[in-house]
T-cell receptor, first 110, second 113 residues
Framework: EDQVTQSPEALRLQEGESSSLNCSYTVSGLRGLFWYRQDPGKGPEFLFTLYSAGEEKEKERLKATLTKKESFLHITAPKPEDSATYLCAVRGYQGGKLIFGQGTELSVKP | EAQVTQNPRYLITVTGKKLTVTCSQNMNHEYMSWYRQDPGLGLRQIYYSMNVEVTDKGDVPEGYKVSRKEKRNFPLILESPSPNQTSLYFC????????????FGPGTRLTVL
């Protein structure tokens, strides 16, 4: 059964304190792992797609990496505006079906 | 402006009273999908549609129906809502080759009493 697990559930950081969010997955025939950001009261917004182990993507203070079993979202020198819930999801061999993790709620204090 | 719209944004109803949540996108996307979001459970896919007249079940389709008669619209139908369908619902769309990069609507908060 395809499954995505994110940890930690919540993470509190001080501004400038770098850290990582984890996404562990099991999926038949990975056709992409992706990260979304969700602000309170809004729909998720796309951040990255990773397709194969060893791949990395960067956007401002965020860097996503992928191995055969997990993905990390590294946050370097975070700012309060990075506070949000970060969602990880995978797409398997069933083309249109997506499996999301429970999310990590990130809070960055000034 | 490229967007996905959902109506209504908030709805309180009673058990058994049929309802429809509409979803419309103006980006000419082939792929559309419905999700529900519950605390501790994350986003779970209800149904998706790869194109007009093509729909398929996600992880939690029980109690829901969908139809895709036009490319821009993908309504979610609850024939007989129950309290366990109280949730935050999101509609999303994308081009078929970019299913990972979905545009999400603003959400519909549904309460079933």
């Amino acid at each position: 059964e395809d499954q995505v697990t994110q940890s930690p559930e919540a993470l509190r950081l001080q501004e400038g304190e770098s850290s990582s969010l984890n996404c562990s997955y099991t999926v038949s025939g990975l056709r992409g792992l992706f990260w979304y950001r969700q602000d309170p009261g809004k729909g998720p917004e796309f951040l990255f797609t990773l397709y194969s182990a060893g791949e990395e993507k960067e956007k401002e203070r965020l860097k996503a990496t992928l191995t055969k079993k997990e993905s990390f979202l590294h946050i370097t020198a975070p700012k309060p505006e990075d506070s949000a819930t970060y969602l990880c999801a995978v797409r398997g061999y069933q083309g249109g079906k997506l499996i999301f993790g429970q999310g990590t709620e990130l809070s960055v204090k000034p | 402006e490229a967007q996905v719209t959902q109506n209504p944004r908030y709805l309180i109803t009673v058990t058994g009273k049929k309802l429809t949540v509409t979803c419309s996108q103006n980006m000419n996307h082939e792929y559309m999908s419905w999700y529900r979001q519950d605390p501790g459970l994350g986003l779970r896919q209800i149904y998706y549609s790869m194109n007009v007249e093509v729909t398929d079940k996600g992880d939690v389709p029980e109690g829901y129906k969908v139809s895709r008669k036009e490319k821009r619209n993908f309504p979610l139908i609850l024939e007989s809502p129950s309290p366990n369908q109280t949730s935050l619902y999101f509609c999303a769309s994308s081009p078929p080759d970019l299913i990972n990069e979905q545009f999400f609507g603003p959400g519909t908060r549904l309460t079933v009493l």
